[in-house]
């Protein structure tokens, strides 16, 4: 099983980005999207649990969405009015967490590399 995140890059404040997760092997029932900052432990971004049910993070709701393409089982993260505080490196994951582990790191077996996103001020 392996996860193979792309789609990062620079982008201007207020820009939009479209990350890709592009996944091989078993499915999962939860993907997910993490970042880490520089000098900040890996958070949680958002995640699509059953291939319907979507969590976010507050500070991201409304701005970003995640989807996935099981036919393709690709996973998607569209992120739009972007600041410099969404800097970081996005890690896709996925896994079989129980609900009340789905935003959590430890709920998810498998993570692809990780795309910087950077966004200027």
């Known amino acids: 099983v392996q996860l193979q995140a792309s789609g990062g890059g620079l982008v201007q404040a207020g820009g939009s980005l479209r990350l890709t997760c592009a996944a091989s092997?078993?499915?999962?029932?939860?993907y997910g999207w993490f970042r880490q900052a520089p000098g900040k432990e890996r958070e949680f971004v958002a995640a699509?649990?059953?291939?319907?049910?979507?969590y976010y993070t507050d500070s991201v709701k409304g701005r970003f969405a995640i989807s996935r393409d099981n036919a393709e089982n690709t996973l998607y993260l569209e992120m739009n009015s972007l600041t410099p505080d969404d800097t970081a490196i996005y890690y896709c994951a996925s896994g079989d967490p129980i609900l009340t582990y789905v935003r959590a790191s430890e709920g998810y077996r498998v993570w692809g590399q990780g795309t910087l996103v950077t966004v200027s001020s």
């Open positions: 092997g078993r499915r999962f029932r939860s």
């Open positions: 699509i649990f059953d291939n319907a049910r979507k």
